[in-house]
């Protein structure tokens, strides 16, 4: 629902350029964008002289959902959404022995290191955590600051949040919207409940707001321990910021690495060595890794996509179009004779 038409038409689009028909089954909660971005690409294609190649079926439940799940006829199964459903559309398509591209659930962490510049790296956590209201799939969840950086870097990330506006979304200055529907309301209170019950302090936001819609404030919650912090080893779709104090690179990678989900992940600081310990075999085991930048960007160009309870699927990047494709390999004989495997020699061919 937080990108109706964006996560369908990346792999609509390769898919097309690969031969293939599409059938588009979107979220319920945003039936009327995949109306209309259905309609345009068909008038498209048939204002080009094409057959129309987009459809679309729209369940509030479950049942044809299922079915198209479970149809040998649909080789590739795409899914995005959350890692309890995408586990359940992984058994059924491999039940039959199908393919499947999943997109799961995130639990994105941001590190910031001693030497990171604060300009961009609050402006990134920033964005990260608490644009789309904290919706994206690659929202900034968990904060990790190593000490030296933690009082500097939190005064700046205070004062930045004090001007964050909540409201609606098409007013100039609004930076973040409204939750989807009222349980996510709900988790988001839930989650703070919990969060301060295991000892975590308030540092901003946390509050439910009293008008028609379902906004609330943007939290930043200083934490204890990230390993008895239940909480925020949990994906809540809300803008809440789990922040952790740590005293080297390392406790944060660990951290980070911690958590069942694995899709993108951000490291802040100006040292090589840092950058190439978080980028190497024994750093983030997220899909996406990125440095000086936020963990919610729009970097199309690469593959997108995470591992472990994320799903391991890459959608856009240079091979993602081998995804969408029946792959086959062709042996061609233009000769009189026929080479035999290991050598073999046939004294007798019946003639």
């Known amino acids: 629902f937080n990108f109706p038409v964006a996560v369908w038409s990346w792999n609509a689009f390769l898919a097309a350029v690969c031969g293939d028909v599409c059938v588009w089954k979107p979220s319920p909660r945003t039936p009327l964008s995949a109306i209309a ?8 294609l048939r204002a080009g002289g094409f057959p129309e190649i987009f459809f679309l079926f729209q369940d509030a439940g479950t049942a044809l959902a299922t079915r198209l799940v479970n149809d040998r006829r649909i080789p590739l199964i795409s899914f995005t959404g959350s890692t309890e459903v995408g586990r359940q559309v992984a058994e059924r398509v491999a039940r039959r022995l199908g393919r499947s591209l999943l997109e799961l659930g995130g639990n994105n962490a941001a590190i910031v290191l001693d030497d990171a510049d604060l300009d961009i790296a609050v402006r990134a956590v920033l964005f990260g955590a ?11 969840r968990r904060l990790f600051l190593t000490r030296g950086v933690s009082r500097p870097f939190l005064e700046r990330l205070l004062q930045a949040c004090a001007h964050w506006r909540v409201g609606d979304p098409r007013e100039p200055g609004v930076l973040c919207g409204p939750l989807i529907r009222p349980t996510a309301v709900d988790a988001y209170r839930r989650a703070l409940e919990r969060g301060i019950a295991l000892g975590g302090r308030v540092l901003h936001g946390g509050r439910a707001l009293e008008r028609p819609g379902f906004f609330v404030e943007p939290a930043v919650v200083l934490a204890p321990s990230h390993a008895r912090f239940e909480v925020a080893w949990e994906e809540t779709f ?5 922040v952790f104090e740590v005293d080297s690179l390392e406790e944060a990678i660990a951290a980070n690495n911690a958590v069942s989900q694995g899709l993108s992940s951000a490291l802040f600081t100006t040292s090589l060595r840092a950058t190439w310990r978080f980028l190497g075999p024994d750093g983030s085991d997220c899909g996406l890794a990125n440095v000086n930048t936020s963990t919610s960007g729009a970097e199309i160009g690469g593959a997108f996509g995470g591992e472990k ?9 240079s091979d993602a179009w081998k995804a969408y494709m029946r792959r086959q390999t062709v042996t061609l004989n233009h000769g009189t004779t026929l080479p035999l495997a290991q050598g073999i020699q046939l004294g007798w061919t019946g003639g």
């Open 37 to 44: 971005a259905t309609r345009i690409c068909n008038e498209a």
């Open 130 to 140: 608490f644009g789309t209201a904290g919706q994206r799939c690659t929202s900034t």
């Open 309 to 317: 309870d994320t799903g391991g699927g890459r959608e856009a990047g």
């Open 238 to 242: 809300a803008p809440i910021l789990w």
